[in-house]
T-cell receptor
Framework: AQSVTQLGSHVSVSEGALVLLRCNYS??????LFWYVQYPNQGLQLLLK??????LVKGINGFEAEFKKSETSFHLTKPSAHMSDAAEYFC??????????FGAGTRLFVKA | DSGVTQTPKHLITATGQRVTLRCSPRSGDLSVYWYQQSLDQGLQFLIQYYNGEERAKGNILERFSAQQFPDLHSELNLSSLELGDSALYFCASSLGRQDTQYFGPGTRLTVL
């Protein structure tokens, strides 16, 4: 079985500050891990994906995430927040024939 | 543009009615997923089809049903609608059963 927990339903940062969105997962098999972003009134779109290659995954719009097996984490980071990053972010896990499980989402606010 | 299309974009109907939401996956994708997103419940996985067969079921009510046709498009049927069914309904598609999911723009259902 699999599960995913996103710590913090809301995160607020200042423009130019580091963005850190936390995701912890549970999986009985080697997982595939995803981060998706949802802008207002739009569907989700893939930011990045981990599939057991490099543990540091680079995605679109300057985001990256690091897979840490020992911590069962897949946190999303961006060195410098931009106003356009304000959105909701979803972490997801799949693998081993199990359906993809999405986290509850974290809404990112960016202050000018 | 993800390549996934959903119709209609908006649907307003009354309690007790029945509606059909339609989804066309990206060209070549065999898996179709349906999700419901509401403010109080977040993103809820409803059901997945792979090449015409049901593969996984989530929190789908008995009043709801879905199918995937030979041309791989899918329909989600919602019947005996209640006020609480008002939500955004997303369709997503992927090549395989656990690959990256590409989301459509959603259908906003309002039940009055």
């Amino acid at each position: 079985a699999q599960s995913v927990t996103q710590l913090g339903s809301h995160v607020s940062v200042s423009e130019g500050a580091l963005v850190l969105l936390r995701c912890n997962y549970s999986s009985s098999v080697p997982p595939y891990l995803f981060w998706y972003v949802q802008y207002p009134n739009q569907g989700l779109q893939l930011l990045l994906k981990y599939t057991s290659a490099a543990t540091l995954v680079k995605g679109i719009n300057g985001f990256e995430a690091e897979f840490k097996k020992s911590e069962t984490s897949f946190h999303l980071t961006k060195p410098s927040a931009h106003m356009s990053d304000a959105a909701e972010y979803f972490c997801a896990v799949s693998g081993g024939g199990f359906k993809t499980i999405f986290g509850a989402g974290t809404r990112l606010f960016v202050k000018a | 543009d993800s390549g996934v299309t959903q119709t209609p974009k908006h649907l307003i109907t009354a309690t007790g009615q029945r509606v059909t939401l339609r989804c066309s996956p990206r060209s070549g994708d065999l898996s179709v997923y349906w999700y419901q997103q509401s403010l109080d419940q977040g993103l809820q996985f409803l059901i997945q089809y792979y090449n015409g067969e049901e593969r996984a079921k989530g929190n789908i009510l008995e009043r709801f049903s879905a199918q995937q046709f030979p041309d791989l498009h899918s329909e989600l049927n919602l019947s005996s609608l209640e006020l609480g069914d008002s939500a955004l309904y997303f369709c997503a598609s992927s090549l395989g059963r656990q690959d990256t999911q590409y989301f459509g723009p959603g259908t906003r259902l309002t039940v009055l």
